[in-house]
């Protein structure tokens, strides 16, 4: 396969927060490989800031070392990486306080794509956004990029957007979903919508129910008294699993542009019924083998928080009338993996037989750890003995058909920030679609809260709570076994 890098134009990337965790962990090393790969040129820069004191150098070693530990030995050429540290520089800022904004003025250049990416807490987005207009920084054409957390309800969500919306237009604010960013899911897009094959069966006449997973084997770590906040319901579903399940449900869009897609997800999020409470399962992961639980790691032994939810919802529209969408995402399960199963219908008519068991097409879309989707089918198994029915994988992983350059899927982050300098808004949130999943959120979080309810226990190790397992056999359907 012919490499198709297209360079984008000249840029200054601001990364307020260019010392913390997500820029060493994701936004450096990201902007690292699309450098090497030749998309972004020597004509960008990364401008690092935050309050901290660090000279361009002494900013270029903090940078050097969250390569070396992030990215591969492998893809870590020395030239290239000398290269890369050319363009980076710093300034020293502090987002609440004057100190820092006249050199960034001056550091920035006004003839290139300017985007500035907020990778601090979300209280500081309403300060910087004033700032940067304050100093002169901002005109048209700058970009911003905010990272999740958006707002942790409707109310704070609709003042994080007036805020910003003060000081740019909407099509200047680009919030990252970095799900969205994902090699596969896109390439869901493509399965469902650049084929004539999957979309006459993509309702509820052929579809028996979907079932997103994104399960984790990690507990909640060092980010407790965030997550403790939160719960699984803000932290995961809200956004991520929300995004993936509008991509599923969403009707074909006139055409490939932000605002035909978005305006596609929104009218799923809309059509989303309310959750009664039978249809929810919370859980909280107990202690194990010496290993704390939740509520040891939170440090909060009253904690009424949730590390696992699992849910039937349902999109109340003529597509998916009666289908149920079964969501789950948890910490400390079984096994790393995301993933979207779309279960078929059994064949109207078994013409087999009892004795062939009952097959079920499963179309299964892998967002980690295996990119990748793949179509379950049913064949006659080889060999004498009679019609014996067995399931096979189609398997439609890239890297066969493709070749060894499509198994180098890039980091959702590259190409989201690509997109950014490009100025495509297709796989970011907009205003309005981040404003409806917390209004669909919001009553369901009130009625657990209102109702005192405690997640249920559940075991380290396992697939969460055992009524999670019930919210699908009480109608005869079961979970997807969580594995690698
Ligand atoms: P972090 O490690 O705590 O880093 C925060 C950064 O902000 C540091 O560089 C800090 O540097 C800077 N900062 C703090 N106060 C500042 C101020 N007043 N003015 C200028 N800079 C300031 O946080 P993080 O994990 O990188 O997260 C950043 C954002 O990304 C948060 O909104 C978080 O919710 C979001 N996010 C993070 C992850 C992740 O994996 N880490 C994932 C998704 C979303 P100084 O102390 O030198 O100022």
């Given at each position: 396969?012919?490499?198709?890098?297209?360079?984008?134009?000249?840029f200054d990337l601001v990364?307020?927060?260019?010392?913390?965790?997500?820029?060493?962990?994701?936004?450096?090393?990201?902007?690292?490989?699309?450098?090497?790969?030749?998309?972004?040129?020597?004509?960008?820069?990364?401008?690092?800031?935050?309050?901290?004191?660090?000279?361009?150098?002494?900013?270029?070693?903090?940078?050097?070392?969250?390569?070396?530990?992030?990215?591969?030995?492998?893809?870590?050429?020395?030239?290239?990486?000398?290269?890369?540290?050319?363009?980076?520089?710093?300034?020293?800022?502090?987002?609440?306080?004057?100190?820092?904004?006249?050199?960034?003025?001056?550091?920035v250049?006004k003839?290139v794509i300017n985007a500035f990416?907020?990778?601090?807490?979300?209280?500081?987005?309403?300060?910087?956004a004033?700032?940067l207009h304050?100093?002169g920084i901002a005109h048209e054409n700058t970009r911003i990029v905010?990272?999740?957390?958006?707002?942790?309800?409707?109310?704070?969500?609709?003042?994080?957007?007036?805020?910003?919306?003060?000081h740019f237009d909407?099509t200047q604010i680009y919030?990252?979903?970095?799900?969205?960013?994902?090699?596969?899911?896109?390439?869901?897009?493509?399965?469902?919508?650049?084929?004539?094959?999957?979309?006459?069966?993509?309702?509820?006449?052929?579809?028996?129910?979907?079932?997103?997973?994104?399960?984790?084997?990690?507990?909640?770590?060092?980010?407790?008294?965030?997550?403790?906040?939160?719960?699984?319901?803000?932290?995961?579903?809200?956004?991520?699993?929300?995004?993936?399940?509008?991509?599923?449900?969403?009707?074909?869009?006139?055409?490939?542009?932000?605002?035909?897609?978005?305006?596609?997800?929104?009218?799923?999020?809309?059509?989303?019924?309310?959750?009664?409470?039978?249809?929810?399962?919370?859980?909280?992961?107990?202690?194990?083998?010496?290993?704390?639980?939740?509520?040891?790691?939170?440090?909060?032994?009253?904690?009424?928080?949730?590390?696992?939810?699992?849910?039937?919802?349902?999109?109340?529209?003529?597509?998916?009338?009666?289908?149920?969408?079964?969501?789950?995402?948890?910490?400390?399960?079984?096994?790393?993996?995301?993933?979207?199963?779309?279960?078929?219908?059994?064949?109207?008519?078994?013409?087999?037989?009892?004795?062939?068991?009952?097959?079920?097409?499963?179309?299964?879309?892998?967002?980690?750890?295996?990119?990748?989707?793949?179509?379950?089918?049913?064949?006659?198994?080889?060999?004498?003995?009679?019609?014996?029915?067995?399931?096979?994988?189609?398997?439609?992983?890239?890297?066969?058909?493709?070749?060894?350059?499509?198994?180098?899927?890039?980091?959702?982050?590259?190409?989201?920030?690509?997109?950014v300098?490009?100025g495509?808004?297709?796989?970011?949130?907009?205003?309005?679609?981040?404003?409806?999943?917390?209004?669909?959120?919001?009553?369901?979080?009130?009625?657990?809260?209102?109702?005192?309810?405690?997640?249920?226990?559940?075991?380290?190790?396992?697939?969460?709570?055992?009524?999670?397992?019930?919210?699908?056999?009480?109608?005869?359907?079961?979970?997807?076994?969580?594995?690698?």
């Amino acid at each position: 396969m012919v490499s198709r890098v297209i360079p984008v134009d000249a840029f200054d990337l601001v990364i307020f927060g260019g010392t913390g965790d997500l820029a060493r962990r994701k936004i450096l090393p990201g902007l690292f490989r699309r450098f090497a790969a030749g998309q972004m040129t020597d004509d960008a820069r990364v401008i690092g800031a935050s309050r901290s004191e660090h000279s361009d150098d002494e900013y270029r070693a903090i940078v050097r070392d969250a390569l070396e530990e992030f990215v591969t030995k492998a893809e870590l050429d020395p030239q290239q990486v000398d290269g890369f540290l050319n363009l980076v520089h710093f300034v020293t800022i502090d987002a609440m306080g004057t100190g820092g904004w006249k050199k960034l003025a001056k550091t920035v250049r006004k003839d290139v794509i300017n985007a500035f990416y907020f990778s601090v807490a979300p209280s500081l987005f309403g300060a910087l956004a004033e700032r940067l207009h304050e100093h002169g920084i901002a005109h048209e054409n700058t970009r911003i990029v905010v990272e999740k957390p958006f707002g942790r309800d409707l109310e704070s969500a609709r003042a994080l957007n007036a805020t910003l919306a003060e000081h740019f237009d909407e099509t200047q604010i680009y919030r990252i979903d970095h799900y969205l960013g994902k090699e596969t899911v896109q390439n869901l897009m493509a399965v469902r919508f650049a084929n004539v094959l999957f979309e006459p069966l993509w309702n509820a006449q052929y579809v028996d129910h979907i079932q997103i997973t994104v399960a984790e084997t990690v507990g909640v770590g060092g980010r407790g008294t965030y997550y403790d906040k939160s719960g699984a319901m803000r932290d995961m579903v809200q956004n991520h699993l929300m995004q993936l399940l509008c991509l599923i449900a969403m009707e074909p869009p006139s055409r490939f542009s932000p605002d035909s897609v978005r305006d596609e997800k929104l009218k799923v999020i809309r059509a989303l019924e309310p959750v009664p409470s039978h249809h929810i399962v919370r859980g909280q992961y107990e202690a194990k083998s010496g290993e704390p639980s939740y509520r040891d790691d939170v440090e909060n032994p009253r904690s009424l928080s949730e590390s696992f939810i699992a849910m039937r919802v349902h999109v109340s529209n003529w597509r998916w009338a009666d289908t149920p969408f079964f969501i789950r995402t948890g910490k400390k399960l079984k096994a790393r993996q995301s993933e979207i199963a779309v279960v078929f219908k059994d064949a109207p008519h078994a013409i087999f037989g009892q004795k062939a068991g009952t097959h079920r097409n499963i179309l299964t879309i892998r967002l980690q750890p295996n990119e990748g989707i793949n179509l379950g089918v049913t064949i006659k198994e080889p060999g004498p003995g009679g019609m014996r029915l067995v399931d096979v994988p189609l398997d439609m992983t890239f890297a066969d058909a493709l070749g060894p350059e499509a198994e180098e899927v890039r980091d959702a982050y590259e190409r989201l920030i690509m997109d950014v300098i490009r100025g495509n808004q297709t796989l970011f949130m907009r205003g309005d679609e981040v404003e409806a999943a917390w209004a669909w959120t919001d009553p369901i979080i009130e009625g657990w809260e209102q109702r005192g309810e405690a997640p249920k226990p559940y075991e380290p190790g396992t697939s969460g709570p055992e009524d999670a397992q019930m919210l699908l056999m009480r109608d005869g359907r079961k979970w997807r076994e969580i594995k690698e």
